[in-house]
């Protein structure tokens, strides 16, 4: 994998994929809330603690991102300028896309917004994912307390925490729905066929050859193989 912030290799490339993908995530958070049918885990979460505080769903996002962001310090975590940069655009995105949006639609068009979410939300992961400037702070707090532990399993530790915010943003009162059981199925699937569409392969690497010491170009992985098994709600 590249060195997380390294951008010496398609610097506008990557920086435009990035930012591409954070905004459309922030739109497609936008596009599940105005469907009022369920959200994802973490945005249930988020939309009990805007309900309780008062503060905007997005300035929600953002005080989370970064608290989460905290907790990388103990797992020796190095975040990138894609992990600081998903917990600030994220949050600035959905709350502009939110006032935009009107509430009060129809079903139908409500059942194609929530659709429509979780497709873009698929494609915005493999946006900035690809880009590889660093991971989202929750999965970067999964990734590192595995890897601090290697006996754990990251399916398993990031299932128990997000039942465990599932849990408490519907006591909070977060929107849990049918649209929360539609993401769980779908984002998988759509995360798996976008990430390594857009993943951006390694810049080629040098090595001394045996003959003259002169450097070779070493080979570049396909796109799927140097994106990882990189999950959804990446945040």
Same mark, same amino acid.
């Given at each position: 994998?590249?060195? *997380? $912030?390294?951008?010496?290799?398609?610097?506008?490339?990557?920086?435009?994929?990035?930012?591409?993908?954070?905004?459309?995530?922030?739109?497609?958070?936008?596009?599940?809330?105005?469907?009022?049918?369920?959200?994802?885990?973490?945005?249930?979460?988020?939309? $009990? &603690?805007?309900?309780?505080?008062?503060?905007?769903?997005?300035?929600?996002?953002?005080?989370?991102?970064?608290?989460?962001?905290?907790?990388?310090?103990?797992?020796?975590?190095?975040?990138?300028?894609?992990?600081?940069?998903?917990?600030?655009?994220?949050? &600035?995105?959905?709350?502009?896309?939110?006032?935009?949006?009107?509430?009060?639609?129809?079903?139908?068009?409500? *059942?194609?917004?929530?659709? $429509?979410? *979780?497709?873009?939300?698929?494609?915005?992961?493999?946006?900035?994912?690809?880009?590889?400037?660093?991971?989202?702070?929750?999965?970067?707090?999964?990734?590192?307390?595995?890897?601090?532990?290697?006996?754990?399993?990251?399916?398993?530790?990031?299932?128990?925490?997000?039942?465990? /915010? &599932?849990?408490?943003?519907?006591?909070?009162?977060?929107? /849990?729905?049918?649209?929360?059981?539609?993401?769980?199925?779908?984002?998988?699937?759509?995360a798996q066929f976008f990430i390594p569409r857009f993943a951006l392969p390694d810049p080629p690497a040098t090595t001394p050859t045996p003959r003259t010491g002169s450097p070779a170009p070493l080979p570049t992985p396909p796109c799927g193989a140097a994106s990882g098994s990189g999950h959804a709600e990446l945040r």
């Amino acid at each position: 994998m590249a060195p *997380i $912030g390294n951008l010496r290799h398609r610097p506008g490339r990557r920086l435009t994929q990035l930012y591409a993908g954070l905004v459309l995530y922030g739109v497609s958070m936008a596009m599940m809330i105005r469907s009022g049918l369920g959200l994802d885990p973490w945005d249930v979460f988020h939309q $009990g &603690l805007s309900r309780q505080t008062g503060l905007s769903f997005g300035t929600v996002t953002i005080a989370v991102g970064a608290l989460v962001l905290l907790l990388w310090i103990p797992l020796r975590q190095r975040p990138g300028l894609g992990t600081v940069s998903n917990v600030v655009v994220i949050g &600035l995105v959905v709350d502009a896309t939110v006032a935009l949006l009107p509430a009060g639609w129809p079903l139908p068009a409500r *059942i194609a917004l929530l659709l $429509g979410g *979780i497709v873009a939300n698929g494609a915005a992961t493999g946006l900035y994912l690809g880009a590889r400037l660093g991971p989202g702070p929750r999965d970067g707090l999964m990734t590192g307390y595995v890897a601090r532990r290697p006996g754990r399993s990251v399916r398993l530790v990031r299932t128990v925490i997000e039942v465990t /915010v &599932l849990a408490l943003g519907w006591l909070l009162g977060g929107t /849990v729905g049918v649209g929360t059981v539609a993401y769980a199925l779908g984002i998988g699937p759509l995360a798996q066929f976008f990430i390594p569409r857009f993943a951006l392969p390694d810049p080629p690497a040098t090595t001394p050859t045996p003959r003259t010491g002169s450097p070779a170009p070493l080979p570049t992985p396909p796109c799927g193989a140097a994106s990882g098994s990189g999950h959804a709600e990446l945040r």
